[in-house]
């Protein structure tokens, strides 16, 4: 028994130095940029009470009427990231990361608007259209914890995967929308007012998933470059909005009241709650308990930013 017991504690102790031997590094950091493409469509949310179409209407007054309607889908899974990532090696094949990521979106358009008309003065027959895009951009700070297997090295190439979770820490959805008011009285414009506004959205807090298949190649003793191809995916979900800037030919219009837009509270500012009830601060569903010195109450607002992305860098090995 005593011979079995010290044999296999002898075993034990050869795989631990075996082990050590073999380990190369404990701690290694990694600086990177990425490029990611959207992977998923889905249908962007209502913005600014404007569903997510591209609508193009044609004719006047009477005959002005909904030529086409196309779907606005998408995601803002496609932009840039630049990161920092601190690594430590357990042992020649396990380890752990956390990176610290900065990602910018492509631009996106949410919803689009062509010649819609939307008031008649009853009096001088003046008619006004409306033509608006609304573009949306993400902008985050986020965490990822990762956990890394290493495959082993061969001729300087080292392959390694990966899995791990991603945990924005801030982050913005900024919506900026223009829309164009054209009056006409018969054939002649009389009037056009270009209009500006930027909503930003701050999202509840959530989680994502992520996993990549990556491999780094030796340059030095301490130094290789490294490339990772990166799956990702999670979805924001809106908390608040706020406009922060509302211009009409140029000039502020934020806290006044003007022919197209009221200037309130509640116009400014949104909370997005699950239902809209009578109990809701929303005109709609409760006209008469609505105030307006209160956030408006809007449907929550989804947005996916699930992506496939190359992440090409440096690493170092301490």
Request: aromatic share 12%.
């Amino acid at each position: 028994m005593k011979k079995q017991l010290f044999l296999l504690g002898f075993a034990i102790c050869s795989m631990t130095m075996v082990g050590q031997t073999e380990k190369k590094e404990s701690w290694y950091f990694k600086l990177g940029g990425s490029y990611f493409l959207q992977t998923a469509s889905t249908e962007f949310p209502v913005v600014g009470g404007q569903l997510p179409n591209r609508d193009v209407y044609e004719g006047t007054l009477g005959n002005n009427k909904l030529a086409s309607r196309e779907s606005v889908t998408g995601s803002f899974g496609e932009g840039f990231r630049a990161g920092v990532t601190g690594g430590y090696r357990f042992n020649t094949r396990l380890g752990v990361e956390m990176g610290v990521n900065y990602y910018t979106s492509k631009t996106k358009t949410m919803a689009q608007t062509t010649n819609r008309l939307i008031s008649v003065n009853q009096t001088n027959g003046a008619a006004t259209y409306l033509s608006f895009t609304a573009d949306g951009e993400i902008k985050a700070f986020d965490l990822a914890p990762a956990l890394v297997l290493f495959l082993g090295e061969s001729h300087g190439f080292e392959p390694y995967t990966k899995v791990g979770v991603i945990v924005p820490v801030h982050g913005t959805l900024d919506i900026e929308t223009n829309r164009d008011f054209k009056t006409f009285v018969g054939a002649n414009q009389v009037a056009e007012t270009k209009a500006y506004s930027k909503d930003v959205v701050k999202p509840n807090p959530t989680i994502g998933f992520m996993a990549a298949l990556g491999t780094s190649y030796k340059l030095g003793k301490n130094i290789s470059a490294f490339a990772e191809v990166e799956y990702r995916n999670f979805t924001v979900h809106g908390k608040t909005k706020e406009t922060e800037i509302y211009t009409e030919n140029g000039v502020d219009k934020l806290n006044q009241t003007t022919s197209f837009r009221e200037a309130s509270y509640a116009a400014i500012h949104t909370n997005y709650v699950d239902r809209l009830d009578v109990k809701s601060n929303n005109k709609e569903y409760n006209a008469a308990g609505y105030d307006s010195t209160k956030p408006m109450d809007e449907l929550s607002s989804y947005v996916g930013i699930s992506g496939l992305g190359l992440t090409l860098g440096l690493k170092y090995s301490l």
